[in-house]
C-alpha cells in the first residue's frame, strides 16, 4: 500500500493531466453532424431530450462508437434527438468531461473508470456495457531487444502514468521480478510516458527502445520497423480482457435511462455489424477516424492493428477486477471499493430482446 503522500502525488499527477490535454483531445468538441442527416421523418425526441453527449478516443480499440457514429446507428436510435460527439486522447480528460456534463455517455479504457469511480467514491459513473477486447502489444526496436529479457535496462514508452498499458506494463515488469518506481518510471526498466500521437516520433529518433501501447499505434510502430515482442492477450485467461467499456454519468442514468438504452442499442447494433462484416467495418471505422482527426491510417497499419482487436458487448467485469489490483499492485491506487461500478440492468434488457446472451458484472454491479 503507498504511503498517503505518495498516493496524492499520484492521484495529483492523474488530475493534472486533463489540464495539459485539453487542447489536444478535442475537449467537448462535436466530431461532426452527419448523423443529423439519418433521423427518420416523424421521429420524436427521447426522454425529451435536445441531444445526447458522446465520447469516445480516436483509437481502434473504440470501433464500436467510430463506426456507431459513421453508420448512423446512434443516431437512428436517438431519433429527433441529436447525437453530439467529443474526441478524447486521454482518459482522465473523459472522465473529467463527464463529471462537468460535457458528456452523458463515453467510451473509454478500464483503468480511468475505475480511477473516476473511486476518486468520486462510487458517486459519478456507472459501466453499463462492454466495447472490446485486446488490440495492446509491446513492441520495440529489434536492433536493441532480441527477447523478454532484454527490455530489462531499455526506455519502454507507456500512454500515460495510471493508464490501462501502464499499468499493465508495470505489472507485467514485476512479474519479471525488476523494481521500477510507479510515479517516476525510474528503475530496472525506464518507463516513459509518452503521448501516443508522438510515441511513434520519440521511436524514430531512438528516444525510446519499445512502447506497450494500444492500436493503432502499436502497428505504426511496426510501420517503422519495430516488431512486435509480446501480444498483451497471451498474458490473460482465453485471450479476453477489456481494452473499452461504455460508462454514463449516474445522474444522466437515473434521469433518462431511455435514452442510454437508445445508445446501449446503438452499440450492440454497431457490435453486430462489425462482426459480421470485418472489411466495410474497417473501412468505415478509419473513415470516421478521418473525419475527427483529419488523418486515415495507412493500409500497412489499419490492416494488422485491426486484426488484433475483438469487439463484444460483454464487459469482461472480471477482468477488470484483476487490472484493479494490479494498479493496487503498482502502488497507484488504494485497495478500491469497486462495488456498484457495473449497472447492466439496460445492456441485459436490450441484448435479451436481441436474442443474444446476456453479461456478467462479476459481483461489482449495482445491487
Known amino acids: 500500500m503507498p504511503a498517503p503522500s505518495a498516493l496524492r ?78 474526441t478524447f486522447n486521454a482518459g482522465p480528460s473523459e472522465i473529467e468531461a463527464l ?29 453499463i456495457g462492454g466495447s472490446a477486447s485486446g488490440g495492446v502489444k509491446l513492441v520495440v526496436n529489434p536492433k536493441k531487444i532480441k527477447s523478454l529479457k532484454d527490455v530489462k535496462g531499455k526506455k519502454i514508452a507507456t500512454p500515460q502514468l495510471g493508464n490501462t498499458q501502464d499499468v499493465a506494463f508495470l505489472n507485467w515488469i514485476s512479474e519479471q521480478g525488476w523494481k521500477v518506481d510507479a510515479e517516476s518510471g525510474a528503475g530496472d526498466v525506464s518507463v516513459v510516458r509518452t503521448d501516443n500521437k508522438v510515441t511513434p516520433d520519440a521511436y524514430k529518433s531512438g528516444s525510446i527502445d519499445g512502447a506497450w501501447v494500444p492500436e493503432p499505434t502499436a502497428s505504426k510502430l511496426v510501420a517503422e520497423g519495430g516488431k512486435v515482442l509480446l501480444d498483451e492477450a497471451d498474458l490473460w485467461p482465453d485471450k479476453k480482457f477489456v481494452i473499452t467499456n461504455i ?110 446472451s446476456t453479461v456478467d458484472d462479476a459481483g461489482l454491479g449495482v445491487k
Open 9 to 86: 502525488r499520484t492521484f495529483a499527477v492523474i488530475a493534472a493531466l486533463p489540464l495539459l490535454t485539453l487542447a489536444a483531445c478535442g475537449y467537448g468538441s462535436e466530431a461532426n453532424d452527419e448523423g443529423t442527416a439519418k433521423v427518420a421523418a416523424g421521429a420524436k425526441k427521447i426522454d425529451g431530450l435536445d441531444s445526447v453527449k458522446i465520447g469516445y478516443f480516436g483509437n481502434l480499440t473504440h470501433a464500436t462508437a467510430l463506426v456507431a457514429n459513421q453508420k448512423g446507428f446512434f443516431q437512428k436510435e436517438l431519433g429527433a434527438t441529436k447525437a453530439s460527439y467529443a
Open 99 to 127: 463529471n462537468s456534463g460535457s458528456i452523458d455517455i463515453g467510451w473509454i479504457g478500464p483503468s480511468p473508470a475505475i480511477n473516476g469511480y473511486t476518486k468520486s467514491k462510487g458517486t459519478n459513473l456507472r459501466i
Open 247 to 356: 460508462i454514463v454519468s449516474q445522474k444522466f442514468l437515473k434521469e433518462h435511462p431511455k435514452a442510454v438504452e437508445a445508445v446501449l442499442k446503438a452499440s450492440v447494433e454497431s457490435n453486430k455489424w462489425i462482426n459480421a462484416n470485418p472489411d466495410e467495418a474497417k473501412a468505415a471505422a478509419n473513415k470516421q477516424l478521418e473525419a475527427d482527426s483529419g488523418k486515415a491510417l495507412p493500409a500497412d497499419v489499419l490492416d494488422p492493428a485491426w486484426k488484433s482487436i475483438q469487439f463484444t458487448n460483454d464487459p469482461l467485469a472480471a477482468t477488470l477486477n484483476t487490472e484493479a489490483k494490479h494498479a493496487v499492485k503498482a502502488g497507484l491506487l488504494e485497495d478500491p471499493l469497486l462495488d456498484g461500478i457495473y449497472d447492466l440492468t439496460l445492456l441485459n434488457k436490450v441484448l435479451k430482446a436481441d436474442g443474444e
